[in-house]
T-cell receptor
Framework: GENVEQHPSTLSVQEGDSAVIKCTYSDSASNYFPWYKQELGKRPQLIIDIRSNVGEKKDQRIAVTLNKTAKHFSLHITETQPEDSAVYFCAATVKAAGNKLTFGGGTRVLVKP | DGGITQSPKYLFRKEGQNVTLSCEQNLNHDAMYWYRQDPGQGLRLIYYSQIVNDFQKGDIAEGYSVSREKKESFPLTVTSAQKNPTAFYLC????????????FGPGTRLTVL
């Protein structure tokens, strides 16, 4: 089955700096890669996603890049703000496998004012 | 966010008791999912259902059971066979197994006393 590794597990950045979170996956058939943000005690919220036919996607201060050959994808947050502090999860799924999401272990991001 | 609901928000159980967690959605989604989240860890798939009256085991199904008698409802029963049930349980849904984005409910925090 699919295995998703996520690094780092914790990330502390100064407000205004950039944050980068990296994930690798094992199943070359994976074709959809969402990123979720989860605040303490709350539900995960989708912040951006990318499909396997695209190399990069941006949405304001957030961007995701995908390298299918190396089987890794990354989340980039620019101009970080204190409200970006949360736990971020990457995930991967294979359409043929019933759209089951396999999640990475999460990255706790702390943005220091 | 109001499209998928879970109840109760907090649940306490004595060892040896079965408990059922509720998940309801009014999004007309075909697919529904149950995940377990332990402190500081990612989400792991317990069960999923792609259509009414059908469901499949996820990665950690032992000690759990589900039913899908109605499209809008996917209850999860945590049985006494689950050795370490204390966790945060999240339900999710997606339009179908072919549409990847999953929307999460607010979660139920289960504590075994």
């Amino acid at each position: 089955g699919e295995n998703v590794e996520q690094h780092p597990s914790t990330l502390s950045v100064q407000e205004g700096d950039s944050a980068v979170i990296k994930c690798t996956y094992s199943d070359s058939a994976s074709n959809y890669f969402p990123w979720y943000k989860q605040e303490l005690g709350k539900r995960p919220q989708l912040i951006i996603d990318i499909r396997s036919n695209v190399g990069e996607k941006k949405d304001q201060r957030i961007a995701v890049t995908l390298n299918k050959t190396a089987k890794h994808f990354s989340l980039h947050i620019t101009e970080t703000q204190p409200e970006d502090s949360a736990v971020y999860f990457c995930a991967a799924t294979v359409k043929a496998a019933g759209n089951k999401l396999t999640f990475g272990g999460g990255t706790r991001v702390l943005v220091k004012p | 966010d109001g499209g998928i609901t879970q109840s109760p928000k907090y649940l306490f159980r004595k060892e040896g008791q079965n408990v059922t967690l509720s998940c309801e959605q009014n999004l007309n989604h075909d697919a529904m999912y149950w995940y377990r989240q332990d402190p500081g860890q990612g989400l792991r798939l317990i069960y999923y259902s792609q259509i009414v009256n059908d469901f499949q085991k996820g990665d950690i199904a032992e000690g759990y059971s589900v039913s899908r008698e109605k499209k809008e409802s996917f209850p999860l029963t945590v049985t006494s066979a689950q050795k370490n049930p204390t966790a945060f349980y999240l339900c999710a849904s997606s339009i179908s197994q072919s549409y990847n984005e999953q929307f999460f409910g607010p979660g139920t925090r289960l504590t075994v006393l």
